[in-house]
């Protein structure tokens, strides 16, 4: 199984963009990279994903680099309500583009925001 | 409301009395999973279906069973609990594998 690695915690400043960093040095060419986030006492819930390009929504952005060994969870503005644990994980996807299901969390990164 | 539910929300039972965790989503999702949170290790799989009658094993399932009968069920079935199940639990289900999942509110599971 594709693994990735993170820092166990990080802080930021509210109002301050925030980069929550990712190693998948063992990625295949056809994973894609997910990120999800736990609010204190709720459900993982889904931030973004992608595969190579950098891909934005309204939550956050992600930055893959280019030989796709490591990607970058990007929040703009930090708020309060950012605060939660960040997990990098990666949806293993085979060349013919079928997708497995067994999937590993790992402990995440712990973002603390600051007002 | 697009959801996953999940229930009972919490439950205190003792070794060796059998007891099933319900998940059920409205969403027509194909792929669903079930995880256990525990301080200090995160969130890991315990099982994962990729459509119906289609069940597979994630990092840790020893002690759980599930089924896919039909598409929006897929039950977590412990039927010796021990104290080593004592745990957070959560149920996802996404469209299909490598899509967003929507996670549960979860249950929380102590067994004595």
């Known amino acids: 199984d594709a693994k990735t690695t993170q820092p166990n915690s990080m802080e930021s400043n509210e109002e301050e963009p925030v980069h929550l960093p990712c190693n998948h040095s063992t990625i295949s060419g056809t994973d894609y990279i997910h990120w999800y986030r736990q609010l204190p006492s709720q459900g993982p819930e889904y931030v973004i994903h992608g595969l190579t390009s950098n891909v934005n929504n309204r939550m956050a952005s992600l930055a893959i680099a280019e030989d796709r060994k490591s990607s970058t969870l990007i929040l703009h503005r930090a708020t309060l309500r950012d605060a939660a644990v960040y997990y990098c994980?990666?949806?293993?996807?085979?060349?013919?583009?079928?997708?497995?299901?067994?999937?590993?969390f790992g402990q995440g990164t712990i973002l603390t925001v600051h007002p | 409301e697009a959801q996953v539910t999940q229930n009972p929300r919490y439950l205190i039972t003792v070794t060796g009395k059998k007891l099933t965790v319900t998940c059920s989503q409205n969403?027509?999702?194909?792929?669903m999973s079930w995880y256990r949170q525990d301080p200090g290790l995160g969130l890991r799989q315990i099982y994962y279906s990729m459509n119906v009658e289609v069940t597979d094993k994630g990092d840790v399932p020893e002690g759980y069973k599930v089924s896919r009968k039909e598409k929006r069920n897929f039950p977590l079935i412990l039927e010796s609990p021990s104290p080593n199940q004592t745990s957070l639990y959560f149920c996802?289900?996404?469209?299909?594998?490598?899509?967003?999942?929507?996670f549960g509110d979860g249950t929380r599971l102590s067994i004595l």
């Open positions: 994980i990666l949806w293993e996807v085979n060349a013919g583009g079928t997708s497995y299901g067994k999937l590993t």
């Open positions: 969403m027509n999702h194909e792929y």
């Open positions: 996802a289900s996404s469209l299909m594998g490598n899509q967003p999942q929507h």
